[in-house]
């Protein structure tokens, strides 16, 4: 199992794999089960360790540290669990250094023998004990000075003030002010400080603070329907982002967006159900600070997860005119679909995108922070399902990679020398491309799709096109791990074929 985990970490580090393969593992190796074995988790554990030395730089992104630090207070609770091993412990605590420390390795320590760990440790017992003195000789010090009486002040003995100026209260005295006192806890001064400054508020920032607190949902839904009734019978934008104002609340804007979206719905026979005029206003509403992207997406997947497929069409074109004044990003549209979800909805979306706007600034809005191949559900996400799907919708050009498979695809089959293919890839293929495990994989794909076409002649075609594979594979490691997945990928889409391996005789 091990050596498994191992192999899907280095499939990462090639590109391979994608981010959230790998965050499932973790999060299976982290797994709770009811009356699981010590030994169990403890294979788990050191299973999760290895794979985090070696992919936990790439997956600690700002994007996913929320998940992170959700896995390492899950591995703190681990390692105080009773009856773990001891190594399983050290291999958790190594892990949680290795974070700290920004996922760089530390210089092996040199190995101490066990009489220069005891002196290091009274050594730093000594240093511990002198600072606390020191601290605690400054606080009386300083107490004393507070405490010393002022000029003209004079001492009292007897039954008054004692030479220690400590006070006598039935018969007993309280202790000396050079004696150190109980410290005030920080935290005390901290909720003074805040009380404060809450009485310090100026008027007119008080008014605007219960203003906002009397604003709730109730009061956010009955002037929504005001606006979008007044909207619908001609209101300006201007007069409808005043109006806005008026029921503006931080967290409840996208019920606003719902129902103007879904106004757009119901009213189809007006003017204003085109999109055109909807847009100006969610776009006039974000430039006055009233609608933030967030809020508009979540406003927006509400309309599409309560609308039919037969209105899909109509929010699909709101979607795409709201992406191209800015309302939204595509990068934060897309993440609205990741999985699948709501499957083909994304792919419409950007073909209203293509007809809109052209070719050109879909693939520059498409840039790399857009995942689009998380849009398709898994199980489409199969290189020659997925090219099928994109060729028809005429939005292949989207994804290079698969692009220039279904070309070096179409091009093998045509020809049979190895020499042919080669020009055919030096001439269409930068240089940098041919230099990825992408291409490499792509490659694969292709040899071994036309070599399982005729079942006839398996061995025969794989035996042929040999050499090309050899040509790549021969370059770095990472080449050979990205064939071998092609295919892994390749057996599985099509129900592992028995004996395919067996053929090869390579």
């Not at 007069?239 to 804007?253: D, T």
């Not at 934060?332 to 990741?338: E, G, I, K, Q, T």
């Not at 240089?431 to 490659?443: K, P, Y």
């Amino acid at each position: 199992m091990l050596g498994n985990i191992c192999f899907i970490g280095e499939l990462f580090k090639s590109g391979i794999l994608h981010e959230s393969i790998l965050h499932r593992c973790v999060q299976k190796l982290l797994e709770k089960k009811r009356h699981e074995r010590v030994a169990d988790m403890s294979e788990n554990i050191e299973c999760l360790c290895s794979l985090l030395r070696v992919v936990g730089k790439l997956l600690d992104t700002p994007k996913a540290e929320g998940l992170m630090n959700q896995y390492f207070e899950r591995m703190k609770a681990i390692s105080c669990r009773p009856g773990l091993p001891v190594r399983i412990r050290f291999m958790l605590e190594d892990v949680a250094v290795l974070r700290e420390n920004k996922w760089q390795q530390s210089h092996a320590a040199v190995p101490q023998t066990i009489a220069e760990m005891r002196q290091q440790l009274s050594e730093h017992q000594r240093v511990a004990i002198t600072e606390s003195e020191k601290s605690r000789s400054k606080a009386a010090q300083r107490q004393q000075q507070s405490a010393s009486p002022s000029k003209g002040h004079k001492r009292r003995g007897g039954d008054g003030f004692s030479k220690a100026i400590g006070r006598r209260v039935d018969g007993q005295k309280f202790p000396p002010l050079n004696q150190q006192s109980p410290v005030v806890p920080e935290r005390m001064f901290q909720k003074a400080n805040v009380v404060i400054q809450e009485k310090g508020k100026p008027k007119k920032a008080e008014a605007a603070a219960a203003a906002e607190k009397k604003v709730s949902k109730q009061d956010v839904v009955k002037l929504s329907d005001t606006l979008i009734e007044r909207w619908w019978k001609g209101m300006g934008v201007e007069e409808a982002v005043a109006l806005a104002k008026q029921s503006y609340a931080p967290g409840l804007m996208h019920i606003v967006v719902g129902k103007i979206l879904k106004g757009c719905l119901v009213q189809k026979e007006t003017k204003r159900s085109d999109g055109l005029e909807v847009t100006a206003l969610l776009k006039a509403l974000g430039a006055s600070s009233l609608l933030e992207e967030n809020e508009f997406a979540k406003g927006y997947e509400e309309v599409l997860e309560s609308s039919s497929e037969d209105e899909w069409s109509a929010i699909a074109s709101m979607g795409a005119l709201a992406i191209i004044e800015g309302c939204i990003s595509l990068f934060r549209f897309a993440a609205l679909f990741d999985v699948g979800k709501h499957y083909p909805f994304f792919i419409t979306t950007l073909k209203k995108l293509l007809d809109l706007r052209g070719s050109a600034w879909l693939k520059e809005a498409c840039n790399e922070k857009v995942n689009l191949t998380k849009t398709f559900p898994e199980k489409l996400q199969i290189a020659d399902k997925m090219i099928d799907i994109l060729k028809e919708k005429k939005l292949l050009f989207l994804f290079p990679t698969l692009l220039i498979q279904f070309h070096l695809t179409d091009f093998v089959k045509q020809n049979e020398s190895v020499e042919d293919v080669l020009t055919w890839i030096q001439e269409n293929v930068d240089a940098e491309t041919q230099s990825s495990a992408e291409f490499c994989f792509v490659l694969g794909s292709s040899v071994f799709a036309l070599a399982t076409a005729d079942h006839t002649a398996e061995t025969e075609l794989l035996t042929t096109w040999k050499p090309l594979l050899l040509k790549y594979v021969s370059r770095k490691k990472s080449f050979q791990v990205a064939i071998l997945f092609s295919l892994q990928v390749h057996c599985y889409s099509r129900g592992f074929p028995k004996g395919l391996l067996l053929k090869t005789g390579w």
